[in-house]
T-cell receptor, first 115, second 112 residues
Framework: DAGVIQSPRHEVTEMGQEVTLRCKPI?????LFWYRQTMMRGLELLIY????????DSGMPEDRFSAKMPNASFSTLKIQPSEPRDSAVYFC?????????????FGPGTRLTVL | RKEVEQDPGPFNVPEGATVAFNCTYS??????FFWYRQDCRKEPKLLMS???SGNEDGRFTAQLNRASQYISLLIRDSKLSDSATYLC?????????????FGQGTTLQVKP
């Protein structure tokens, strides 16, 4: 299995621009998670989906952030407009179930820099 | 108070040393506990789950003290390849048991 795939791996953009991050979960996994990691705040859960439906978006920082999962094999996280404080590494993860005993598998991350 | 707290380190130890990391969590209703490992500029990966009775996986031993809300990870006979950040992870209590809360991580540097 290819694991969780994310693109792009690096993104540098200017403040005010729209940024779209992409994720392909592991085939057969019903849960998809978006995380953000910064030095200050560590790894934070932004939103997660079950069978393509958003379940908990309480971690999404503000209205500039939106996430979609149009099908079982693809999800996007969009930031519009982007701001310098959005600079972080964004990870996508997937798991078979939401049971705490199930491992979450992380993608390689997208390193976002907003100038 | 943070939900999951760890000493950030760094811990600098020589090869072959034994090193222990500690972690405390704030919500006594959490039921599941893990240690993840994250190499520099890489994604987190599950190292091991932590069970109430304590558990061992080769050179790694994890322990849980529910009364004190305390989790530990012991690494024996440290290898250079153990150098990484170790994340203490607790599940969010309540209905969403698979929702995870990550500590800030403890950095380990094993030196020759």
């Amino acid at each position: 299995d290819a694991g969780v795939i994310q693109s792009p791996r690096h993104e540098v953009t200017e403040m005010g621009q729209e940024v779209t991050l992409r994720c392909k979960p592991i085939s057969g996994h019903d849960y998809l998670f978006w995380y953000r990691q910064t030095m200050m705040r560590g790894l934070e859960l932004l939103i997660y989906f079950n069978n393509n439906v958003p379940i908990d978006d309480s971690g999404m920082p503000e209205d500039r952030f939106s996430a979609k999962m149009p099908n079982a094999s693809f999800s996007t996280l969009k930031i519009q407009p982007s701001e310098p404080r959005d600079s972080a590494v964004y990870f996508c993860a997937s798991s078979w179930r939401l049971a705490a005993t199930d491992t979450q598998y992380f993608g390689p991350g997208t390193r976002l820099t907003v100038l | 108070r943070k939900e999951v707290e760890q000493d950030p380190g760094p811990f600098n130890v020589p090869e072959g040393a034994t090193v222990a990391f500690n972690c405390t969590y704030s919500n006594s209703a959490s039921q599941s506990f893990f240690w993840y490992r994250q190499d520099c500029r890489k994604e987190p990966k599950l190292l091991m789950s932590v069970y109430s009775s304590g558990n061992e996986d080769g050179r790694f031993t994890a322990q849980l003290n529910r009364a004190s809300q305390y989790i530990s990870l012991l690494i024996r006979d440290s290898k250079l390849s153990d150098s990484a950040t170790y994340l203490c992870v607790v599940n969010s209590p309540g209905g969403n048991t698979g929702k995870l809360i990550f500590g800030q991580g403890t950095t380990l540097q094993v030196k020759p």
